[in-house]
């Protein structure tokens, strides 16, 4: 007879959870400390207040009751000091850890926190992740009146986090102080090195009106392979990529309500997939809407929909730095109220396409008359494509170009009603369609709560 042994460990259980929900601080910090990996630390309803900040392991999973129902925050006694921020950004070692409710273990793989909120006031943010924190889950949770991030994580691999609230996170910070204008900012999420990562269906709020202050929602410091989707950004900057060399970044189908800023000095490398950012389906509604520059960026099927009143800024706005080789494709978007202009980048950009977008201006207050295009008369034309596009000046006619130069782009097919430059350029006729390829359409925002069709933005029917 054959006997088939089968290991103990085969029949136990992967995690291991304990009997029932910690019920206190006291509880809850026993039960993170002597937690295994593969462990589920349930925590029950009520408010936790810590004295230091929750080490959470590798492989550790913290379930609260619900966000608003689990709340941890910080005792009296406990709180951060505001004269170590900003942080220094990217440098790790230097970073003043002791001010978040929780910090994960150093190169841990594996944590899931879900279901909880995470509030201040007094501290600088709720969740740290550390060096090279893999595999991290955050969901439905709700993070509160931070100083500087709700989390704040530094080299981070295979992350999700999604269906979270940030609220009052992310404010800007210089020299201890907040909201000092010039300053240093943190986010609700701002994330230092971040690749192959999903950041989806969130919400981030602001409620503090206070003169200056500003906050951010989601900051990166280079990102690769990172998706950033169906999030509703309410902040005064919604998404800041910055300063790094990123690739394939996707940001799509957000509502944002604030600009997303994406300059990198002389444009940054091309990757070998070609594509740095595409930014594809999102709702703008601030007129100074995409900082530049940057190459590689495809910016596509957005609707861009401003108040005639907010005509402060260019869509798009490049400021400084050194002339920047290109490419990038700004294409079937809609425009509505583009404020100063569509395009404004101040140091030449030698290759961008722009086609098949349909562009609405109408007379703002100031009034606006400057040209709704302009590029650094040194720039490489030759590599310039505007075609196809249908631009409607209402009310005050506009040159479609701040200067000569641009004329030298290769302009063709464009139906132009009320532009007041047309004798600087032939714009020959074809037998394309003028303006967007196919309707647009598309739901954006937490849950796709909202809907783009065409110029309008509803509720879904």
């Known amino acids: ?63 609260g009751a619900g966000a608003g129902k689990t709340v941890l925050t910080h005792t009296a006694g406990w709180k951060a000091n505001p004269e170590t921020l900003p942080d220094p950004e990217t440098d790790f070692r230097k970073f003043d850890k002791t001010g978040y409710l929780m910090v994960l273990e150093e190169k841990a793989s594996g944590i899931t926190i879900s279901d909880m909120t995470l509030t201040g006031p007094g501290m600088h943010g709720g969740i740290f992740g550390s060096w090279e924190n893999s595999k991290l889950h955050l969901h439905n949770l709700r993070f509160e009146d931070f100083m500087y991030a709700g989390f704040r994580s530094y080299t981070t691999s295979e992350a999700k986090i999604h269906d979270c609230v940030f609220v009052d996170a992310g404010q800007r910070w210089e020299n201890g102080k907040p909201g000092v204008k010039g300053g240093i900012t943190g986010g609700g999420i701002f994330v230092v090195w971040i690749k192959d990562s999903e950041i989806y269906n969130n919400r981030f709020l602001r409620t503090k009106t206070e003169p200056n202050l500003e906050f951010y929602g989601i900051k990166g410091r280079q990102g690769k392979g990172v998706r950033i989707h169906h999030n509703t950004i309410e902040t005064n900057f919604s998404i800041e990529f910055a300063h790094e060399n990123d690739e394939d970044v996707e940001i799509d189908h957000n509502i944002l309500l604030g600009c997303v800023s994406i300059p990198k000095h002389s444009g940054g490398a091309v990757p ?31 609707l861009f929909d401003f108040d005639v009143k907010d005509d402060g800024g260019n869509l798009i706005s490049g400021f400084g730095g050194e002339a920047a080789p290109g490419p990038a494709s700004f294409h079937n978007n809609l425009v509505s109220n583009p404020g100063r202009g569509v395009v404004w980048i101040e140091r030449a950009f030698n290759s961008m396409e722009i086609r098949n977008n349909h562009i609405i201006a109408r007379t703002t207050p100031t009034p606006r008359t400057e040209g709704l295009f302009s590029f650094e008369g040194k720039s490489d034309f030759s590599k310039h494509v505007f075609r196809d ?73």
């Open 272 to 302: 070998e997939s070609g594509k740095t950012f595409h930014i594809h389906h999102n709702y703008f509604t601030t007129s100074y809407a995409i900082e530049f520059q940057r190459n590689g960026a495809e910016i596509d099927h957005n």
């Open 389 to 461: 596009n249908i631009v409607e000046c209402i009310g005050t006619a506009r040159p479609l170009f701040r200067n000569d130069e641009s004329g030298k782009a290769m302009i063709e097919n464009n139906l132009l009603t009320n532009v007041s430059d047309t004798g600087r350029y032939a714009n020959p006729k074809t037998n394309r369609k003028p303006g967007p390829e196919a309707p647009l359409r598309f739901r954006c925002g937490v849950d796709g709560e909202m809907e783009v069709d065409g110029w309008e933005f509803r509720k879904p029917k």
């Open 1 to 63: 007879m054959k006997y088939l042994f089968v290991p103990l460990v085969c029949l136990l259980a992967v995690s291991i959870s304990y009997a029932a929900p910690v019920r206190t601080s006291a509880e809850l910090v026993k039960a993170v400390a002597g937690a295994q990996p593969g462990s589920v630390v349930e925590i029950g309803e009520g408010r936790f207040e810590l004295s230091a900040p929750l080490e959470v392991k590798a492989g550790l999973t913290l379930k």
